[in-house]
């Protein structure tokens, strides 16, 4: 019994059938693009609770090992960085030379509010830093306070794609020319609106005396407010 034959095809083959249904043709750029996307080895560094949404994703759970995704502790065998939590001045010297301990081609996930604007410390924090990418450049932003794992894994997606469109032939392209990369925001200066003189009121140093009186009970002599003594002529 013969094997069946598509009859009338759209448009002539320049492949057999039987050979076509054995073996894969495709471009080196492809066949690269599918190893580096389906091996990405992100590099263990959290500094807040970010990282405690990618520690969920380690686990059974959500399992980001099925992407290809192995955890490195060493930045000499990882290819992408997950910046998981807030990054400080104290800390971005360290970051930076993380980065450029990676090998090429690297790439990085903002993961988190605090990691792509500074967060809830971009208005009064004075060590805070205002957008990883003034750092490192960034692939993919991930906001969120923090994101979940599903967003850090449709992220993870993301940056596959971006990868899979890329060509072999452009890889001197990617290649960091500059030692330090910065990009410049445009951030409103406000004022701070906590400027202490709230703490000089009357009512902060000591209750009401109708608060006292209706409490029934003396002050205590550290509520009380000390009457300068008057000095005998």
């Known amino acids: ?3 069946q034959q598509i009859i009338n095809p759209i448009s002539q083959s320049q492949i057999p059938q039987e050979l076509s249904e054995n073996v894969i043709l495709s471009s080196m750029s492809d ?3 599918w190893a580096r996307l389906s091996s990405l080895w992100p590099l263990m560094y959290g ?10 994703m380690i686990g059974s759970r959500f399992d980001f090992d099925r992407f ?3 955890p490195r502790s060493s930045p000499r065998q990882a290819d992408l960085i997950i ?3 807030t990054v400080t001045m104290k800390m971005a010297p360290a970051l930076v030379r993380l980065y450029e301990q990676m090998p090429d081609p690297k790439y990085v996930i903002a993961m988190g509010a605090c ?5 809830m410390f971009s208005s009064d924090s004075t060590t805070a830093v205002r957008g990883v990418d ?12 923090p994101p979940r794992p599903e967003a850090v894994m ?9 990868i899979a469109n890329e060509d072999v032939r452009e890889r001197d392209n990617l290649i960091q020319t500059h030692r330090y990369y910065s990009t410049t925001h445009q951030m409103k200066v406000v004022p701070p609106i906590h400027t202490g003189v709230y703490l000089e009121a009357a009512a902060r140093k000591a209750p009401p005396a109708a608060l006292t009186a209706g409490a029934g009970e003396d002050m205590t002599p550290a509520l009380q407010i000390a009457e300068p003594e008057k000095e005998e002529a």
Do not use: N, W
């Not at 500094?47 to 969920?56: G, H, L, S």
């Not at 990691?115 to 967060?119: A, E, Q, S, W």
């Not at 003034?134 to 306070?145: A, Q, R, T």
């Open 1 to 3: 019994m013969q094997d």
């Open 31 to 33: 066949l690269y693009d």
């Open 47 to 56: 500094t807040a609770c970010c990282f405690i949404e990618i520690a969920a």
């Open 68 to 70: 290809g995704l192995v």
């Open 83 to 85: 910046t998981a939590g």
């Open 115 to 119: 990691t792509i604007t500074g967060g």
């Open 134 to 145: 003034k750092l490192i450049p960034v692939d993919v932003y991930l906001p969120g306070c």
């Open 154 to 162: 449709d992220a993870i997606v993301k940056l596959r794609k971006k």
